[in-house]
């Protein structure tokens, strides 16, 4: 046997004894599993484990199974340099091509991973014992572990606070600044599975999904599941998803489930953009909601004022000191909740302020103005965010009225969904590159150079703060502050009331009074 395939069972070898620790592979099974990969490659030469699986290793892997330990290592680890190693030696004994890679270490992370019946049992062992968020917890190690959560990649991302707001520059995720590209980004060739999040998707070869795995989640009594996100922009980010194939709609209902997603993982959020094309997510064929183990800037910001409904007088709605328009719902009553927050999404999608701007539809009477929620729970009991948005465009706003306003385009001209609306900017990778060039022109001293001559206004207002200091760390620090700076504006453009205190008459106008 060549030195060459040596390397590749060693790196077989590897990756399957990396399962045994960090993916809940039996050892009974290891054998069977190892051959499945060598059946990838008509391997039939190999030489053998260096040690062989005990009686007692077996034992302690049953011990294992039926719950002996609460959960997998949270050690973060991931099988990327295993990964890379095995596609090095593979590619070098001629099994496949470099470009063909990926697809392999996919496909291998597959048969090693669990099927999703004995994962979705090792969960509820998991919660029954130690509760919904311990459970939680482990689900996403697993998939860290199992490569579909790229956190190697994650990590890499450049992430920084600025203006209260949290800014990211997401290195892996395309860019798509408008929703026809997103939605084409999104399609799927061939009707199967019908879109890119259905649940049919689990395990399928022809999306690189080999390692997906999901839980089903039950809210207002209907079938969902839950996924985390390969590239999350933020904390065990994930989507809750509609098991039947049915379109975004935010209704009465859509509370309900939310609460009921807290209720069961109190230390989760979770919202729905708003199911309208320019304001809400790229996938709004299929019902889905987004959340995750992080609170971002908006669930912590502070109350502008406060006010109660006679009706429901265990309920207190803020008006958020927010650059968007958005209320909050605060309630110990899961009902209170749900009510007032339906009355407010029933008042605002049928509110035309021509005053200012604001038409409920279009000329063609299509609907305009929708909402877009997000649940937590606190000391305080349930509080329900409500951001009002509204799609509605014009000659000198094509892409939007309340959208981004074309000088920020060139820091993000994408749709601002559920994430951004609450303070989490995801920006283009391309701005690594482009702010680069900008930082060395202003430490060399020199002119805004024509390859980025889109950043003219943050140029002239970097200009202005930095007043010729050319430290190279206090421009470093004066770029981010004007992307935190930027991204608080495109939030404004976002409001559709400009003044707090517009917000303020639309509540007392559905009866609401100050606190």
């Known amino acids: ?58 034992s302690d892997a049953v011990q294992d199974i039926v719950g002996s330990r609460s959960q997998a290592p949270s050690d973060e680890k991931t099988p990327d340099p295993l990964l890379a190693a095995f596609r090095a030696a593979a590619t070098t004994a001629g099994l496949f091509d470099p470009e063909e890679g ?6 291998i992370m597959g048969i090693l991973s669990a099927n999703p019946a004995d ?19 482990w689900f996403y190690d697993y998939c860290v572990a199992n490569n579909y959560v790229k956190r190697a990649q994650l990590d890499r991302n450049p992430r920084f606070d600025s203006h209260g707001l949290t800014v990211t520059i997401n290195l892996a995720k395309p860019e798509f600044k408008n929703m026809k590209k997103a939605a084409a980004g999104n399609a799927v060739s061939g009707g199967y599975p019908k ?29 969902w599941f839950w996924q985390f996100s390969p590239y999350g922009y933020f904390d065990q ?14 209704d ?3 509370f309900g489930h939310l609460l009921d997603f807290v209720d069961r993982f109190p230390g989760y959020f ?27 800037p908006m669930h912590k910001a502070a109350t502008w004022a406060a006010f109660t409904l006679a009706d429901y007088p265990d309920a207190v709605v803020e008006i958020l000191d927010w650059p968007g328009t958005a209320v909050r719902v605060v309630s110990k009553n899961r009902q209170s909740i749900i009510d007032v927050s339906d009355i407010i999404r029933e008042a605002w999608v049928g509110y035309d302020d021509a005053a200012n701007g604001i038409a409920s539809h279009d000329a063609d009477g299509n609907r305009q103005s929708a909402l877009s929620p997000s649940a937590i729970i606190t000391e305080r009991g349930y509080e329900m965010s409500l951001i009002f948005r509204n799609n509605a465009i014009s000659d000198e ?79 470093h620090q004066a770029v981010r502050d004007e992307l935190g700076s930027v991204c608080y504006r495109i939030l404004g453009n976002t409001a559709v009331f400009k003044q707090k205190a517009t917000t303020q008459t639309f509540l007392e106008s559905l009866g609401f009074a100050t606190r």
């Open 237 to 250: 980010h994930g989507i809750c998803v509609n098991t039947d194939h049915t379109p975004m709609h935010v």
């Open 102 to 107: 990926p697809a392999y270490a996919d496909t």
């Open 1 to 58: 046997m060549s030195d060459q395939l040596t390397e590749v069972y060693a790196s077989i070898d590897a990756l399957v004894d990396y399962a045994l620790d960090h993916l809940d592979l039996d050892p009974r099974n290891a054998d069977w599993t190892r051959n499945q990969i060598f059946a990838l490659f008509h391997l039939d030469s190999y030489p053998g484990p260096k040690t062989t699986t005990s009686a007692a290793s077996v």
């Open 252 to 254: 009465r209902d859509t």
């Open 397 to 475: 706003y094509p892409e939007g009225i309340f959208h981004a306003h074309p000088e920020y385009w060139p820091v993000k001209q994408e749709p601002i969904g559920l994430i951004e609306a609450q303070g989490l900017f995801i920006l283009p990778g391309r701005l690594v590159d482009q702010l680069g060039i900008v930082e060395e022109a202003l430490a060399e001293g020199r002119d805004l150079p024509d390859e980025v001559s889109e950043f003219s206004l943050e140029w002239d207002e970097l200009a202005e703060t930095l007043a010729g200091n050319r430290d190279r760390e206090a421009i």
């Open 195 to 223: 879109c890119t999040i259905c649940h049919e998707n689990e395990g399928f070869a022809g999306r690189d999904k080999r390692t997906l795995r999901t839980l089903p989640v039950t809210l207002g009594g209907e079938s």
């Open 270 to 296: 979770l919202g729905c953009n708003a199911a309208l094309p320019r304001i809400g997510g790229s996938v709004l064929a299929h019902d889905h909601y987004q959340g995750g183990g992080e609170l971002l």
């Open 119 to 137: 994962l979705d049992d090792r969960f509820l062992l998991i919660e029954h014992r130690d509760g919904g968020m311990a459970a939680m917890q």
